[in-house]
């Protein structure tokens, strides 16, 4: 990295706005930093669920979604619609883990409800934190330009965290834990 970042503060976003790649300056709530924060938040929840984790296949598909999630920090950063990290090859990768991983699974009869062992519990978090960074993503696609792909991309990824999580919490013994509905009236 050889000193990009020698500085740590600049002092540049006390006054509400902060910079993007491009040398622009737009509002610390603006839809795009909204984003891109979330995506951020999303990473950090990986970051905690691998905290807790001994390296195995898991850890290293956590860690490749980071990266790719750093990606799309990237993307959204520079705000050209020329700058595409997230590609269909990305997603094509994301599906067919996602089927492998299903495919253990028993099918789903009833909703779930989020929880299990902590590992599982932080994924479906971390889903719910992906599903916002989606909608904050297509919020900005409505008046910006956006990278399609980046919105498929976080999309899936909400259903892979889902099945992952289902996935450790069998690994670990634990079952789905159903949804109880009430009986109107």
Wanted: charged share 25%; glycine share 8%.
């Amino acid at each position: 990295m050889s000193n990009r970042l020698s500085r740590i503060y600049t002092r540049g976003g006390d006054k509400g706005q902060t910079g993007l790649a491009d040398g622009s300056r737009v509002a610390k709530y603006h839809p795009r930093i909204e984003a891109l924060g979330d995506v951020d938040e999303l990473n950090s929840l990986l970051g905690c669920v691998l905290s807790t984790r001994e390296a195995d296949d898991t850890t290293a598909l956590l860690r490749r979604i980071q990266n790719d999630l750093f990606d799309l920090g990237g993307e959204l950063a520079v705000n050209t619609p020329e700058y595409v990290v997230i590609v269909a090859d990305t997603i094509d990768w994301l599906e067919q883990e996602l089927e492998q991983i299903n495919a253990s699974l028993p099918p789903l009869e009833e909703f779930i409800l989020p929880g299990g062992k902590p590992d599982a519990a932080q994924l479906h978090l971390a889903r719910t934190v992906c599903r916002r960074a989606e909608r904050r993503l297509v919020e900005l696609a409505e008046a910006e330009t956006v990278n399609p792909q980046a919105v498929a991309y976080l999309n899936r990824l909400s259903d892979l965290l889902f099945v992952l999580a289902r996935s450790l919490n069998r690994a670990q013994g634990e079952a789905d834990i159903l949804w109880q509905p009430r009986k109107p009236g």
